[in-house]
Protein backbone atom coordinates (compact mmCIF):
# COMPACT_ATOMS: atom_id res chain seq x y z
CA UNK A 1 0.00 0.00 0.00
CA UNK A 2 1.34 3.31 -1.20
CA UNK A 3 1.02 6.88 -0.15
CA UNK A 4 -2.60 8.53 -0.47
CA UNK A 5 -3.30 11.44 -2.88
CA UNK A 6 -3.09 14.83 -1.54
CA UNK A 7 -6.77 16.30 -1.31
CA UNK A 8 -7.64 19.56 -2.66
CA UNK A 9 -7.49 22.18 0.62
CA UNK A 10 -9.86 24.87 -1.11
CA UNK A 11 -13.27 24.95 -3.16
CA UNK A 12 -14.92 26.97 -5.37
CA UNK A 13 -17.36 29.52 -3.82
CA UNK A 14 -19.90 31.00 -6.15
CA UNK A 15 -20.68 34.61 -4.82
CA UNK A 16 -23.63 36.30 -6.19
CA UNK A 17 -22.75 39.64 -7.16
CA UNK A 18 -25.16 41.34 -3.94
CA UNK A 19 -23.58 38.97 -1.55
CA UNK A 20 -19.90 38.79 -2.26
CA UNK A 21 -18.82 41.78 0.07
CA UNK A 22 -20.32 40.34 2.89
CA UNK A 23 -18.42 37.00 2.50
CA UNK A 24 -15.31 37.07 1.11
CA UNK A 25 -12.64 40.11 0.13
CA UNK A 26 -12.36 40.69 -3.13
CA UNK A 27 -9.06 39.42 -4.31
CA UNK A 28 -6.05 42.41 -5.19
CA UNK A 29 -6.04 44.24 -8.62
CA UNK A 30 -2.78 42.31 -9.34
CA UNK A 31 -4.89 38.97 -9.03
CA UNK A 32 -8.30 39.98 -10.71
CA UNK A 33 -9.29 38.33 -13.99
CA UNK A 34 -10.36 41.26 -15.45
CA UNK A 35 -9.30 45.12 -15.55
CA UNK A 36 -10.11 46.97 -12.51
CA UNK A 37 -12.36 49.81 -14.50
CA UNK A 38 -14.48 46.63 -15.61
CA UNK A 39 -17.91 46.03 -14.48
CA UNK A 40 -18.49 43.13 -11.95
CA UNK A 41 -19.29 39.97 -12.86
CA UNK A 42 -23.36 39.00 -11.95
CA UNK A 43 -21.38 35.78 -9.84
CA UNK A 44 -17.58 35.69 -8.62
CA UNK A 45 -15.67 32.59 -7.89
CA UNK A 46 -13.11 32.40 -5.73
CA UNK A 47 -11.01 29.56 -3.76
CA UNK A 48 -11.74 29.48 -0.27
CA UNK A 49 -10.27 27.24 2.13
CA UNK A 50 -12.47 24.51 3.44
CA UNK A 51 -10.57 24.57 7.13
CA UNK A 52 -10.20 28.77 7.14
CA UNK A 53 -13.36 30.10 6.31
CA UNK A 54 -15.28 33.20 7.55
CA UNK A 55 -17.73 31.06 9.65
CA UNK A 56 -15.52 27.97 10.67
CA UNK A 57 -15.39 28.78 14.13
CA UNK A 58 -12.00 27.79 15.23
CA UNK A 59 -11.36 30.99 17.75
CA UNK A 60 -13.59 32.54 20.08
CA UNK A 61 -13.27 35.83 17.53
CA UNK A 62 -14.10 36.11 13.96
CA UNK A 63 -11.44 36.13 11.99
CA UNK A 64 -9.32 39.28 11.27
CA UNK A 65 -7.12 38.67 8.85
CA UNK A 66 -6.97 37.20 4.91
CA UNK A 67 -3.89 35.42 3.69
CA UNK A 68 -3.49 34.60 -0.48
CA UNK A 69 -1.36 32.12 -1.25
CA UNK A 70 0.00 32.18 -4.38
CA UNK A 71 -2.32 30.13 -5.79
CA UNK A 72 -5.11 32.22 -4.47
CA UNK A 73 -7.35 30.73 -2.24
CA UNK A 74 -8.07 32.54 0.70
CA UNK A 75 -7.34 31.44 4.29
CA UNK A 76 -9.11 34.18 6.69
CA UNK A 77 -7.47 33.32 10.20
CA UNK A 78 -6.22 35.46 13.09
CA UNK A 79 -3.40 38.30 13.42
CA UNK A 80 -3.36 38.15 17.13
CA UNK A 81 -2.70 33.83 17.12
CA UNK A 82 -0.48 34.36 14.01
CA UNK A 83 1.89 36.92 15.67
CA UNK A 84 2.10 34.63 18.67
CA UNK A 85 3.46 31.98 16.84
CA UNK A 86 5.83 33.71 14.86
CA UNK A 87 9.73 35.54 16.49
CA UNK A 88 9.80 37.50 13.04
CA UNK A 89 6.59 39.09 13.10
CA UNK A 90 5.99 36.58 10.15
CA UNK A 91 8.90 36.90 8.14
CA UNK A 92 7.59 40.41 8.10
CA UNK A 93 4.29 40.19 7.02
CA UNK A 94 2.84 40.62 9.50
CA UNK A 95 1.02 43.77 11.08
CA UNK A 96 -0.05 44.11 7.64
CA UNK A 97 0.58 47.85 6.44
CA UNK A 98 -2.49 50.70 6.53
CA UNK A 99 -2.32 50.74 2.94
CA UNK A 100 -2.99 46.75 2.48
CA UNK A 101 -6.36 46.08 0.83
CA UNK A 102 -9.02 45.29 3.36
CA UNK A 103 -12.00 43.31 3.02
CA UNK A 104 -15.15 42.86 5.43
CA UNK A 105 -13.20 40.34 7.78
CA UNK A 106 -9.82 41.86 7.72
CA UNK A 107 -6.88 43.32 5.29
CA UNK A 108 -5.66 40.68 2.72
CA UNK A 109 -1.90 39.71 2.78
CA UNK A 110 -0.57 38.04 -0.41
CA UNK A 111 2.21 35.48 0.95
CA UNK A 112 4.31 33.39 -2.11
CA UNK A 113 3.99 30.16 -1.19
CA UNK A 114 1.40 27.78 -1.84
CA UNK A 115 -2.15 26.88 -0.51
CA UNK A 116 -1.18 23.12 0.28
CA UNK A 117 1.93 24.12 2.28
CA UNK A 118 0.31 27.27 4.02
CA UNK A 119 -2.66 24.92 5.24
CA UNK A 120 -0.13 22.55 6.85
CA UNK A 121 1.12 25.52 8.32
CA UNK A 122 -1.95 27.42 9.53
CA UNK A 123 -3.48 23.90 10.90
CA UNK A 124 0.19 23.45 12.95
CA UNK A 125 -0.37 27.12 14.31
CA UNK A 126 -4.01 26.34 15.63
CA UNK A 127 -2.84 23.10 16.65
CA UNK A 128 -5.69 21.03 15.01
CA UNK A 129 -4.79 18.08 12.46
CA UNK A 130 -4.56 18.15 8.59
CA UNK A 131 -4.96 14.56 7.83
CA UNK A 132 -7.94 14.54 6.32
CA UNK A 133 -6.10 16.28 3.34
CA UNK A 134 -3.76 13.70 3.19
CA UNK A 135 -0.81 15.93 2.77
CA UNK A 136 2.41 14.79 0.85
CA UNK A 137 5.70 13.86 2.56
CA UNK A 138 6.95 16.55 -0.06
CA UNK A 139 4.25 19.27 1.54
CA UNK A 140 5.12 18.40 4.82
CA UNK A 141 8.85 18.67 4.11
CA UNK A 142 8.44 22.56 2.51
CA UNK A 143 6.13 23.50 5.62
CA UNK A 144 9.28 23.15 7.97
CA UNK A 145 11.04 25.39 4.82
CA UNK A 146 8.05 27.69 5.85
CA UNK A 147 8.29 27.57 9.80
CA UNK A 148 11.99 28.43 9.47
CA UNK A 149 11.64 31.06 7.12
CA UNK A 150 8.49 32.82 8.90
CA UNK A 151 10.08 32.32 12.53
CA UNK A 152 7.80 29.53 13.52
CA UNK A 153 9.90 27.11 16.28
CA UNK A 154 9.51 23.69 14.40
CA UNK A 155 10.53 21.59 17.45
CA UNK A 156 7.28 22.82 19.06
CA UNK A 157 5.46 21.84 16.38
CA UNK A 158 6.79 18.81 15.35
CA UNK A 159 6.95 17.14 19.02
CA UNK A 160 5.29 13.96 20.10
CA UNK A 161 2.29 15.69 21.17
CA UNK A 162 1.47 17.73 17.80
CA UNK A 163 -0.48 16.86 15.01
CA UNK A 164 2.16 17.03 12.58
CA UNK A 165 4.35 15.11 14.60
CA UNK A 166 1.58 12.29 13.66
CA UNK A 167 1.38 12.98 10.37
CA UNK A 168 5.01 12.68 9.61
CA UNK A 169 5.11 9.40 11.29
CA UNK A 170 2.56 8.25 8.93
CA UNK A 171 4.70 8.69 6.01
CA UNK A 172 7.70 6.88 7.86
CA UNK A 173 7.14 3.46 6.29
CA UNK A 174 7.06 4.90 2.59
CA UNK A 175 10.11 7.49 3.55
CA UNK A 176 12.44 6.16 5.87
CA UNK A 177 15.24 7.62 5.08
CA UNK A 178 14.04 10.78 4.02
CA UNK A 179 12.31 10.91 6.61
CA UNK A 180 15.46 10.34 9.13
CA UNK A 181 17.26 12.90 7.43
CA UNK A 182 14.32 15.98 7.54
CA UNK A 183 14.28 15.22 10.80
CA UNK A 184 18.05 14.97 11.48
CA UNK A 185 18.81 18.55 9.63
CA UNK A 186 16.55 20.13 11.94
CA UNK A 187 17.37 18.32 15.25
CA UNK A 188 14.34 16.60 15.67
CA UNK A 189 15.16 13.98 18.33
CA UNK A 190 11.49 13.08 19.25
CA UNK A 191 10.88 11.95 15.21
CA UNK A 192 14.05 10.56 14.27
CA UNK A 193 13.82 8.17 17.11
CA UNK A 194 10.87 6.24 15.60
CA UNK A 195 11.45 6.77 12.38
CA UNK A 196 14.79 5.00 12.88
CA UNK A 197 13.53 1.77 13.69
CA UNK A 198 12.01 1.71 9.88
CA UNK A 199 16.18 1.61 8.74
CA UNK A 200 17.11 -1.34 10.16
CA UNK A 201 17.01 -2.83 6.37
CA UNK A 202 18.87 -0.62 4.95
CA UNK A 203 22.50 -0.96 3.63
CA UNK A 204 24.76 2.05 5.56
CA UNK A 205 27.22 1.36 2.52
CA UNK A 206 24.25 2.57 0.22
CA UNK A 207 23.93 5.84 1.38
CA UNK A 208 24.81 8.96 -1.12
CA UNK A 209 27.39 11.72 0.09
CA UNK A 210 24.33 13.61 -0.46
CA UNK A 211 22.07 11.90 2.09
CA UNK A 212 25.08 11.59 4.68
CA UNK A 213 25.61 15.65 4.27
CA UNK A 214 21.73 15.79 4.73
CA UNK A 215 21.74 14.03 7.86
CA UNK A 216 24.86 15.26 9.34
CA UNK A 217 27.88 13.31 11.42
CA UNK A 218 25.30 13.25 15.24
CA UNK A 219 22.69 11.95 13.87
CA UNK A 220 24.53 9.21 10.94
CA UNK A 221 26.85 8.15 13.60
CA UNK A 222 23.48 7.38 16.02
CA UNK A 223 22.21 5.45 13.12
CA UNK A 224 25.54 3.39 12.39
CA UNK A 225 25.83 2.78 16.46
CA UNK A 226 21.98 1.07 16.01
CA UNK A 227 22.78 -0.88 13.33
CA UNK A 228 26.65 -2.34 14.72
CA UNK A 229 24.84 -2.55 18.49
CA UNK A 230 21.88 -4.66 17.09
CA UNK A 231 24.68 -6.91 14.97
CA UNK A 232 26.99 -7.13 18.08
CA UNK A 233 23.92 -7.95 20.09
CA UNK A 234 23.00 -11.16 18.41
CA UNK A 235 26.66 -12.46 18.14
CA UNK A 236 26.48 -12.15 21.61
CA UNK A 237 23.12 -13.50 22.30
CA UNK A 238 23.69 -16.76 19.82
CA UNK A 239 26.69 -17.57 21.43
CA UNK A 240 25.38 -19.94 24.31
CA UNK A 241 24.40 -22.95 24.01
CA UNK A 242 21.64 -24.95 24.83
CA UNK A 243 22.10 -25.59 28.84
CA UNK A 244 22.90 -29.54 29.25
CA UNK A 245 21.20 -31.90 31.03
CA UNK A 246 22.55 -33.99 34.19
CA UNK A 247 23.55 -37.29 32.38
CA UNK A 248 21.41 -39.86 31.96
CA UNK A 249 22.09 -43.80 30.60
CA UNK A 250 21.11 -42.86 27.46
CA UNK A 251 22.19 -39.08 26.98
CA UNK A 252 25.67 -38.41 28.62
CA UNK A 253 27.80 -35.28 28.24
CA UNK A 254 29.77 -36.44 25.26
CA UNK A 255 26.58 -37.07 23.37
CA UNK A 256 24.65 -33.87 24.40
CA UNK A 257 27.91 -32.12 22.74
CA UNK A 258 26.18 -32.93 19.47
CA UNK A 259 23.71 -30.71 20.47
CA UNK A 260 26.71 -27.95 21.65
CA UNK A 261 28.46 -28.33 18.23
CA UNK A 262 24.92 -28.13 15.89
CA UNK A 263 23.87 -24.75 17.85
CA UNK A 264 27.63 -23.62 17.26
CA UNK A 265 27.21 -24.01 13.24
CA UNK A 266 23.56 -22.93 13.37
CA UNK A 267 24.21 -19.74 15.27
CA UNK A 268 27.28 -18.58 13.44
CA UNK A 269 25.40 -18.96 10.09
CA UNK A 270 23.12 -16.37 11.39
CA UNK A 271 26.12 -14.28 13.34
CA UNK A 272 28.04 -14.34 10.01
CA UNK A 273 25.55 -12.15 8.11
CA UNK A 274 24.25 -10.85 11.21
CA UNK A 275 21.60 -8.11 9.94
CA UNK A 276 19.83 -5.49 12.26
CA UNK A 277 16.74 -6.38 11.04
CA UNK A 278 17.01 -10.09 11.39
CA UNK A 279 13.33 -11.23 12.29
CA UNK A 280 12.70 -14.20 15.03
CA UNK A 281 10.90 -16.28 12.17
CA UNK A 282 14.52 -16.35 10.55
CA UNK A 283 15.76 -17.34 14.04
CA UNK A 284 13.41 -20.09 15.03
CA UNK A 285 13.53 -21.38 11.11
CA UNK A 286 17.70 -21.99 11.24
CA UNK A 287 17.30 -23.03 14.90
CA UNK A 288 14.18 -24.95 15.66
CA UNK A 289 15.03 -27.91 13.30
CA UNK A 290 18.25 -28.67 15.02
CA UNK A 291 15.29 -31.05 16.92
CA UNK A 292 14.79 -32.98 14.41
CA UNK A 293 18.36 -34.83 15.19
CA UNK A 294 17.53 -35.06 18.63
CA UNK A 295 16.71 -38.94 20.52
CA UNK A 296 17.07 -37.23 24.36
CA UNK A 297 13.68 -35.86 25.24
CA UNK A 298 15.55 -33.58 27.66
CA UNK A 299 17.83 -32.65 25.26
CA UNK A 300 14.51 -31.08 22.56
CA UNK A 301 13.42 -29.67 25.77
CA UNK A 302 17.03 -27.72 26.69
CA UNK A 303 16.84 -26.77 22.92
CA UNK A 304 13.11 -25.12 22.90
CA UNK A 305 13.78 -23.45 26.22
CA UNK A 306 17.00 -21.63 24.56
CA UNK A 307 15.12 -20.88 21.98
CA UNK A 308 12.49 -19.44 23.58
CA UNK A 309 15.06 -17.38 25.53
CA UNK A 310 17.33 -16.34 22.69
CA UNK A 311 14.06 -15.24 20.65
CA UNK A 312 12.59 -13.40 24.05
CA UNK A 313 15.73 -11.60 24.60
CA UNK A 314 16.25 -10.53 20.49
CA UNK A 315 12.64 -8.85 20.87
CA UNK A 316 13.58 -6.56 23.32
CA UNK A 317 16.65 -5.17 21.92
CA UNK A 318 16.27 -1.89 20.75
CA UNK A 319 15.31 -1.15 17.36
CA UNK A 320 15.24 2.42 17.61
CA UNK A 321 18.49 5.00 18.09
CA UNK A 322 19.28 6.23 21.44
CA UNK A 323 21.44 8.55 23.19
CA UNK A 324 25.02 8.44 22.25
CA UNK A 325 26.08 8.33 25.98
CA UNK A 326 24.31 5.26 26.42
CA UNK A 327 25.35 1.28 25.49
CA UNK A 328 24.05 0.05 22.21
CA UNK A 329 22.17 -3.21 23.57
CA UNK A 330 19.96 -1.47 26.37
CA UNK A 331 16.48 -2.69 25.92
CA UNK A 332 13.86 -0.98 24.22
CA UNK A 333 12.13 1.86 26.12
CA UNK A 334 10.90 5.17 25.46
CA UNK A 335 11.96 6.82 28.76
CA UNK A 336 15.45 6.55 27.90
CA UNK A 337 15.62 8.38 24.38
CA UNK A 338 14.31 11.72 26.15
CA UNK A 339 18.11 13.30 26.03
CA UNK A 340 20.54 13.52 23.38
Same mark, same amino acid.
Given at each position: ????????????????????????????????????????????????????????????????????????????????????????????????????????????????????????? @?? =?? &????? /????? #??????? !? %????????????????????????????????????????????????????????????????????????????????????????????????????????????????????????? @?? =?? &????? /????? #??????? !? %??????????????????????????????????????????????????????
Amino acid at each position: MGPVIEKAVAEKTELPAGAALSQVPTPPESFASSPADSPPDENTLVSVSTTFFPGAQLHSLPPDLVLLSSDSVFFFVHLNLLLCASDNNFNSFLPPPSKTDHGPMGPVVVLPESSVVLNVV @LH =SI &YDISC /AHYSP #SFESLSA !A %LVFMTTYGIPVKRHTSRSTPLHALFLSHAPFYPLELYALAASYDLYDLAVPTSSHLLSLSLASLTDEMVDHIGPRYLKRLFFLHFGRAEALKRLLLPPPHPHSPTVFCDFTEQKKLTRAWA @LA =SA &YLAWD /ARPDL #STNTMES !A %LAPLGDQLSCEQCRIALQERLKTLVMQWSVVKVRIRPLSQPAYLYNSEDDMTSL
